[in-house]
């Protein structure tokens, strides 16, 4: 099982780029655990490559966070991305569901006529999914 971090920031960045100028600007909100210094070191990496990619302005790291501010968190957003490698489903994908952010699942079925989800699997695939989400009317969104 890989973790794609790396690869959220770069989609954000491209996504960032391609926004439409009378958009407001999103954020990308990473929020997760470090159980140890590997994943200390992690985070550090992430937000190093957050500055290299000049995109540290539209993002917010949370660590560590309390299950009540991550209802909050999960619950006042807009999309789920969930970019793991070899792993079709797992506790983000709970989260986001169970907090109220309808998550993109591996398999994406069409509810009610409109689609539930996104799949990607490269930088290009996730901005565009992203500039989709952005841009898609709040009703089409729930």
């Given at each position: ?57 539209d993002l917010q790291f ?81």
């Open positions: 099982m890989s973790q794609a971090h790396p690869l959220q920031l770069e989609a954000f960045s491209v996504a960032i780029k391609r926004l439409d100028a009378d958009m407001p600007r999103p954020v990308l909100q990473f929020v997760g655990s470090c159980r140890n210094q590997f994943d200390e070191d992690r985070l550090q990496k992430l937000q190093d490559k957050a500055v290299e990619l000049k995109i540290d302005g949370y660590k560590n966070v309390m299950c009540r501010d991550l209802v909050k968190l999960l619950g006042d957003s807009v999309a789920g991305m969930h970019s793991m490698v070899d792993e079709h489903f797992g506790i983000s994908v709970v989260e986001c569901g169970v907090y109220g952010c309808r998550p993109k699942m591996d398999i994406v079925l069409e509810e009610d006529g409109q689609q539930t989800g996104f799949l990607a699997q490269n930088v290009e695939e996730y901005a565009d999914a992203i500039l989709k989400v952005l841009r898609m009317p709040e009703t089409e969104r729930l």
